[in-house]
């Protein structure tokens, strides 16, 4: 089956830290762009961090500094750890594959995990 | 940075209208913006790219069009399965979304 499997979220206190994982099964992981978007709750959609086949990375402006992506293409697994968390963290983590060249094209999103900053 | 902005958004419509909603973005993309469906518990579906490309699988109700800055998707029949958020994102530079346009029931 096709599909991105994400799990790690849960209730963390401010300053703390977490790692979220995503699998992917079905798809050629290791050639793709493998993107994190998340949800806060009543939001919309806002890019995280991105991170290319080869392992360049990128990342938002409010999360630089504090959380890291990486991946193993031999587990078709991506990761995000995050670290020195805020409230203003607290969302759904989606886990998302780029098309091919059009790396921000997302064809594959997960389901998400819930990510809860709060003392 | 590119500025995505949707409108309206939210509408309230009945099963079987026709719904457009419109995206406009901040500079011009040319044809590089994608629509999103999203529902709570699911993962978010790819419904259409390059502006009016469906992507396989997506009913054919569902249409798109527009270039440069200002895009609309259409369902031509609302059904029961579409109460959704509707997200516009381009492409083009990075990557930006639009805020959504929740589709509810009448």
């Not at chain 1, 203003?88 to 995990?113: I, P, V």
């Not at chain 2, 958004?9 to 026709?18: C, H, I, K, T």
Request: charged share 15%; proline share 4%; hydrophobic share 35%.
């Amino acid at each position: 089956e096709v599909q991105l499997l994400e799990s790690g979220g849960d209730l963390v206190q401010p300053g703390g830290s977490l790692r979220l994982s995503c699998v992917a099964s079905g798809v050629t992981f290791s050639t793709s762009v493998m993107t994190w978007v998340r949800q806060a709750p009543g939001k919309g959609l806002d890019w995280v961090s991105s991170i290319s086949s080869g392992g360049t990375t990128h990342y938002a402006d409010s999360v630089k500094g504090r959380f890291t992506v990486s991946r193993d293409n031999s587990r078709n697994t991506l990761f995000l750890q995050l670290s020195a968390v805020r409230v203003e963290d607290t969302a759904l983590y989606y886990c998302a594959k780029g098309r091919g060249s059009l790396f921000f094209l997302f064809d594959l999103w997960g389901q998400g995990t819930l990510v809860t900053v709060s003392s | 940075d590119i500025q995505m902005t949707q409108s309206p958004s939210s509408l309230s419509a009945s099963v079987g209208d026709r719904v457009t909603f419109t995206c406009r973005a901040s500079q011009g993309i040319s044809n590089s913006l994608a629509w999103y469906q999203l529902k709570p518990g699911t993962a978010p579906k790819l419904l259409l790219y390059g502006a009016s490309r469906l992507e396989s699988g997506v009913p054919s109700r569902f249409s798109g069009s527009g270039s440069g800055t200002d895009f609309t998707l259409t369902i031509s029949s609302l059904q029961p399965e579409d109460f959704a958020t509707y997200y516009c994102q381009q492409y083009f530079v990075s990557l930006s979304f639009g805020p959504g346009t929740k589709v509810d029931l009448k």
